[in-house]
Nanobody, 126 residues
Framework: QVQLVESGGGLVQPGGSLRLSCAAS?????????VAWFRQAPGKERERVSC????????YYADSVKGRFTISRDNTKNTVYLQMNSLKPEDTAVYYC??????????????????WGQGTQVTVSS
């Protein structure tokens, strides 16, 4: 079955690091699919935090995470990662990975992303 599965979330102290994984099964991410990370905190809109193009040549970061988060992809593992450093309490959210239809890049509306994982909880707290 075509599926995206996030993992790597957990509880971390402010200033700590986590690496999230988005593993695709049932289809091949590269070279067809851009992949984005979104997050949603309770009572807040879902926010796009990062995106990587199918070629991995282009990346996007929200201003709130720029310089702290790094998105990457490992073609051999059919997986996209989000390395999160210098975590802040405001990073607390459920993190989702998502893909648009094949052939779309990162510079698209969030509603174009039509395949989503189940999410992984990231909690940054002392």
């Amino acid at each position: 079955q075509v599926q995206l599965v996030e993992s790597g979330g957990g509880l971390v102290q402010p200033g700590g690091s986590l690496r999230l994984s988005c593993a695709a099964s049932g289809f091949t991410l590269t070279p067809y699919y851009a992949v984005a990370w979104f997050r949603q905190a309770p009572g807040k809109e879902r926010e796009r935090v990062s995106c990587i193009s199918s070629s991995a040549l282009f990346t996007y970061y929200a201003d709130s995470v720029k310089g702290r988060f790094t998105i990457s992809r490992d073609n051999t593992k059919n997986t996209v990662y989000l390395q999160m450093n210098s975590l802040k309490p405001e990073d607390t959210a459920v993190y989702y990975c998502a893909t648009p239809p094949r052939g779309y890049g990162c510079a698209i509306d969030r509603y174009v992303f039509d395949q989503w994982g189940q999410g992984t909880q990231v909690t940054v707290s002392s």
